[in-house]
Nanobody, 119 residues
Framework: QVQLVESGGGLVQAGDSLRLSCVAS????????MGWFRQAPGKEREFVAA????????SYADFAEGRFTISKRNAQNTIYLQMYTLKPEDSGVYYC????????????WGQGTQVTVSS
């Protein structure tokens, strides 16, 4: 089992920046990738960004490219999502996701952290 704990959400104004963190614990020795998803009220959960644990570059959703940066600290089993120039449409619950080696898709999820961007 892997547990994911997100932090860093909050209420900010449009144009502000925010950094989210996600710490993985438990059986983390088989990490393939970690990433971020988000879900706005009344909408489906959508991909934001992901990063491979051992090699390979990050990947971003179109809306995140150029404004968001995903990074990681392998030794601390932690990923970050630095968000710049936030917009009201970036509001939602941001979820951390974990993919084990050999897993078909994301097999662990965090509880989420709320991000609210006021106009």
């Amino acid at each position: 089992q892997v547990q994911l704990v997100e932090s860093g959400g909050g209420l900010v104004q449009a144009g502000d920046s925010l950094r989210l963190s996600c710490v993985a614990s438990g059986r983390t020795f088989r990490t393939s990738a970690m990433g971020w998803f988000r879900q706005a009220p009344g909408k489906e959960r959508e991909f934001v960004a992901a990063i491979r644990w051992n090699g390979g570059g990050p990947s971003y959703a179109d809306f995140a490219e150029g404004r968001f940066t995903i990074s990681k600290r392998n030794a601390q089993n932690t990923i970050y999502l630095q968000m710049y120039t936030l917009k009201p449409e970036d509001s939602g619950v941001y979820y951390c996701a974990y993919q084990s080696l050999g897993a078909n898709g994301w097999n662990y999820w965090g509880q989420g952290t709320q991000v609210t961007v006021s106009s």
